[in-house]
T-cell receptor, first 114, second 113 residues
Framework: DGGITQSPKYLFRKEGQNVTLSCEQN?????MYWYRQDPGQGLRLIYY???????QKGDIAEGYSVSREKKESFPLTVTSAQKNPTAFYLC?????????????FGDGTRLSIL | AQSVTQLGSHVSVSEGALVLLRCNYS??????LFWYVQYPNQGLQLLLK??????LVKGINGFEAEFKKSETSFHLTKPSAHMSDAAEYFC???????????FGAGTTVTVRA
């Protein structure tokens, strides 16, 4: 079955450490997105990519970085500059740029500080 | 930029009772509208969407929503709640030429036996 795979499901970060969250999709979707979810705040967009080798900052990009070297992969790095990284991170994708199309979501990665 | 307001962060209903979740958006042009459901420690699953056409949209699990342009609303309803409906629900909006979704803060539904 096609879908979005996020790994790991749980991740712990030490002080000053960068960590990378994986997102892989086999839906052949062009656009991919990263969201951060905090209780009572809904989902906030970190970065998105409409095509390979191109990506744009979302609403809360500071302290995060991404790459899009392959269509099916959109990893997110949480850098040491992100002072409050504890959250639930969700990856999503849409076909063909996605205008009007719903986003498909992975099952998320929960990141905590050690 | 689009904004979405979900009225009520928590809703408690009895099993078999009506479920009504409210969503209002800000936009001068009718956008695309979505409702998603999230179970604990999982991603979001699409319940239904409105793009064009019929303003009453039916989705999965017996849910439906009505787009009312004059009220800028897209409220979600289900006639009879089931225990399995206990989850968090998100309303989301996308502008006609926008690749980004704007989400409401979410409404947590609990179902009483």
């Amino acid at each position: 079955d096609g879908g979005i795979t996020q790994s790991p499901k749980y991740l712990f970060r030490k002080e000053g450490q960068n960590v990378t969250l994986s997102c892989e999709q086999n839906l052949n979707h062009d656009a991919m997105y990263w969201y951060r979810q905090d209780p009572g705040q809904g989902l906030r967009l970190i970065y998105y990519s409409q095509i390979v080798n191109d990506f744009q900052k979302g609403d809360i990009a500071e302290g995060y970085s991404v790459s899009r070297e392959k269509k099916e992969s959109f990893p997110l790095t949480v850098t040491s500059a992100q002072k409050n990284p504890t959250a639930f991170y969700l990856c999503a994708s849409t076909p063909d740029g996605g205008v009007g199309q719903p986003q498909h979501f992975g099952d998320g990665t929960r990141l905590s500080i050690l | 930029a689009q904004s979405v307001t979900q009225l009520g962060s928590h809703v408690s209903v009895s099993e078999g009772a009506l479920v009504l979740l409210r969503c209002n958006y800000s936009s001068s042009v009718p956008p695309y509208l979505f409702w998603y459901v999230q179970y604990p420690n999982q991603g979001l699953q699409l319940l239904l969407k409105y793009t064009t056409g019929a303003t009453l949209v039916k989705g999965i699990n017996g849910f439906e929503a009505e787009f009312k342009k004059s009220e800028t609303s897209f409220h979600l309803t289900k006639p009879s709640a089931h225990m399995s409906d206990a989850a968090e629900y998100f309303c989301a909006v996308r502008g006609k030429n926008d690749y980004k979704l704007s989400f409401g803060a979410g409404t947590t539904v609990t179902v009483r036996a």
